[in-house]
């Protein structure tokens, strides 16, 4: 050891942690904080020791002694036995003593169980619970352990009623590492549930009660947590490592929905749903963490991860939007707020009213982004953190300057809303938007650009009238300005208009919208500018809609040509159209081509979005549709159902693989899967899909016609639906035809 080392370790035992820079361990800078956090850490466990050995006998009452432990108080008592707290005279600190309940166990059950005590003890690791030891005296059996202070996880729940995404992983990722070290141990916990986690009063997550637990499972499969326990368990089979994963599936699933998994008014009830194969719904579940849930979940022990996998799961959860954030680099998040810098810029009238605004826009940008990047501004850069930062640092430092206060929020707004985060953005879009509303010299352009960004929030939350009772009055501040100034904005608007008249079922009025806003488009910048590109999309999406997808595939096709001659080709953007011209080549029955193009979408996608962004998913979807009709129909309708099994129910991908299972169902004939699928798309109710929701009503009854032949045909049903979606302009639409063949065929 070198004396500079010498020294820190001086300082740890004296509690002296405070370590600078110049005293790194490794000698670099850049560890410092990571160091400096460490030997704080260590500071408190040596000062946990001293305080342990200088702690004096506590004068509390003696209830009884056990061995060479003073009881002092009772803290709980469960099926298997009391848990006390203790004096133990030997490490001179309190303990938790559990006593196991005369006639729990046999005596060579008492054998083991202070075996697998005493081979706990051994384990050491800071999210389980440390076991000092146990044995047997005056005709009982105990096990004593640290004593903790803090709540059980089932006390959290039952005062928050669930968990933060985020605090959940940071519990589950301490107690996947410790279920891993014990499974390498060849040891099972046994008994996992809500229970038996203690929340430390630091955050810590402590997994308790080992031994006793793993008794219970082993002596009858009634015993134990029923609402936690494994489908196995239920059959008989012992407590094993794949079962402590169903365990601790269930309490994560627990943590974060406020529920278990699988739940009955009874165990005979519980085990006949197990019996069953009953699986879990993920509704409310967060989407990252759906897939590794189901897969601890599973009732075949075998499909379940072991721990280890489970932790290298919870990482990537813990780090997925990081990792999406970081793809980013700094340069984009300073282009981003300079672009807002601009927008929030456009209000001022007098030169020295703009250097004042520019001045204190410009630290405040400068500022949000260094406290979120590095000092150099040189490495990755979190954007989003960057857009929060800059909503809170406008709060604090421009309430004496309330237009500034009012542009930067609906700046942050904006950047949050692009990346996302739609409910945060909106709360901040509304505070800004009302303080543009109570200013007094509040330009025309100001205020169109706050009911601009209203309305893409209120359209994205699917508030169709707000969102249009913000566009038109952006528009009517518009009008104020001269045609010069206003026609380029104005077209932003123009656009919301039309895509809202789609989602609200107007499909013939959407697509002629939508044509005129790219007429305009053209005669403001050209026919051969790149801004035609995203028109040429939207017209085409108009297209499919109404069912001309010749129309549509040919406008893909331009927005294409448009990319590619202004060497955009490589794009994001690309990978847009090209996607939504596989969609139409798939609905125009040109499969073949339709995975051709599915294929190059996903190659210029994947480089660009996260593995698990919505588009993608939908994208698979949509290319397994296709190959089934290709002659893959088995490999399709089997991935098509193992991705359905992925989505939570907030995932926009999830209605999309309903509707394309249903729609495959119906060729196959398979009518009790039709009702599944078009049940939860009746259900689900989104604002986007009611433009459908007569088909899906149709097609419901249709089917359990066809399952039920005693029943009357659903004449009216289907007349009833073919003439709402006409009256939408869907007359050509291929549902529309369905419906048609269907009473043509005389149901």
Request: negative net charge; glycine residues 8%; charged residues 25%.
């Amino acid at each position: 050891m070198t004396p500079e080392q010498e020294a820190l370790a001086a300082r740890i035992a004296d509690s002296a942690v405070g370590a600078t820079a110049g005293e790194s361990l490794s000698g670099g800078v850049d560890d410092t904080d990571r160091i400096s956090s460490n030997l704080a850490h260590l500071g408190r466990i040596a000062d946990a020791h001293r305080a342990a050995l200088a702690m004096p006998e506590a004068e509390a009452p003696c209830l009884f002694e056990w061995r060479h432990l003073r009881v002092e108080r009772e803290l709980g008592q469960g099926g298997f036995g009391t848990v006390y707290q203790a004096w133990d005279t030997v490490l001179r600190r309190r303990v938790a003593l559990k006593l196991i309940r005369d006639g729990r166990v046999s005596e060579s059950r008492d054998r083991q169980l202070i075996a697998e005590a005493q081979q706990m003890a051994r384990v050491r690791h800071v999210n389980i619970l440390a076991v000092h030891g146990a044995d047997s005296a005056d005709g009982r059996t105990g096990i004593w352990s640290d004593l903790l202070e803090g709540s059980t996880l089932q006390q959290v729940i039952d005062d928050r009623r669930h968990l933060s995404p985020e605090r959940a992983v940071e519990i589950a990722l301490g107690l996947g590492d410790a279920l891993a070290l014990i499974h390498r141990r060849g040891m099972v916990h046994g008994d996992i549930k809500p229970a038996n986690i203690m929340i430390q009063t630091d955050g810590t997550s402590v997994l308790m009660d080992f031994g006793a637990a793993q008794g219970l499972a082993q002596q009858t499969s009634s015993a134990g947590s029923p609402l936690v326990m494994a489908p196995e368990q239920f059959a008989g089979s012992p407590a094993t490592s794949a079962s402590d994963i169903y365990g601790l599936g269930a309490t994560l699933y627990f943590a974060l929905r406020g529920r278990f998994p699988v739940e009955a008014e009874s165990l005979e009830a519980l085990e006949a749903l197990h019996r069953r194969g009953f699986s879990a719904s993920f509704e409310s579940v967060p989407r990252r963490w759906c897939r590794l849930l189901r897969r601890m979940l599973f009732a075949d022990p075998h499909e379940r991860p072991d721990a280890s996998e489970v932790v290298e799961q919870l990482r990537a959860i813990a780090t997925a939007r990081p990792r999406m954030l970081r793809r980013l680099a700094t340069a984009a998040v300073i282009g981003s707020l300079a672009a807002g810098v601009v927008a929030a810029t456009l209000a001022y009238r007098s030169a020295e009213q703009s250097r004042e605004r520019t001045e204190r826009v410009k630290d405040l940008v400068v500022d949000a982004i260094k406290t979120t990047s590095p000092n150099d501004q040189s490495g990755p850069a979190v954007i989003e953190e960057a857009y929060t930062r800059l909503a809170e640092l406008a709060s604090e430092r421009l309430q004496d300057y309330p237009a500034g206060l009012a542009d930067m929020s609906l700046v942050a707004a904006e950047g949050l809303w692009q990346l996302g985060r739609t409910d945060e953005a909106l709360d901040i879009a509304r505070q800004g938007h009302d303080l543009m509303l109570t200013l007094e010299d509040a330009s025309p352009a100001d205020l169109s650009y706050s009911w601009s960004v209203l309305s893409g929030l209120l359209m994205d939350m699917e508030d169709f009238d707000g969102a249009e009772r913000a566009v038109r009055r952006s528009l009517s501040e518009l009008d104020k300005l001269p045609e010069t100034e206003s026609a380029k904005q104005k077209l932003v608007n123009y656009n919301r208009l039309a895509t809202l008249a789609g989602r609200r079922g107007d499909m013939q009025g959407g697509l002629r919208a939508h044509q005129q806003v790219l007429a305009q488009r053209e005669k403001i910048f050209g026919p051969e500018s790149i801004r035609l590109a995203v028109d040429y999309h939207n017209v085409a999406t108009a297209f499919a809609n109404v069912g001309d997808y010749d129309a549509a595939i040919e406008n893909e096709g331009k927005a294409a040509a448009i990319l590619e001659a202004a060497g955009d080709g490589q794009s994001v953007r690309m990978g847009f159209v090209l996607q939504g011209l596989g969609h139409t080549l798939g609905w125009a029955t040109r499969h073949k081509e339709a995975v051709k193009t599915f294929g190059k979408a996903r190659a210029l996608l994947a480089g660009s979005l996260p593995e698990d962004h919505s588009r993608l998913k939908i994208l698979r979807i949509a290319e397994w549709g296709s190959r089934y009709h290709l002659g893959e129909s088995r490999a399709a309708l089997d991935a098509l159902r193992a991705i359905q099994l992925e989505l939570s129910v907030d995932d926009p991908a999830r209605m999309a693989a309903y509707r394309q299972l249903g729609e495959l169902m119906v060729h196959e004939q398979n009518w009790p899967e039709v009702v599944a699928a078009y049940s939860v798309c009746v259900e689900d109710q989104q604002a986007r899909q009611q433009p459908y929701i007569p088909y899906y009503r149709a097609a419901l009854a249709y089917a359990r016609h066809q399952i039920d032949r005693g029943t009357e045909p659903p004449a009216a049903a289907l007349a009833d639906a073919v003439a709402q979606l006409e009256r939408s302009g869907m007359a050509q639409h291929r549902l529309v035809k369905q419906l048609r063949a269907w009473q043509q065929s005389g149901t």
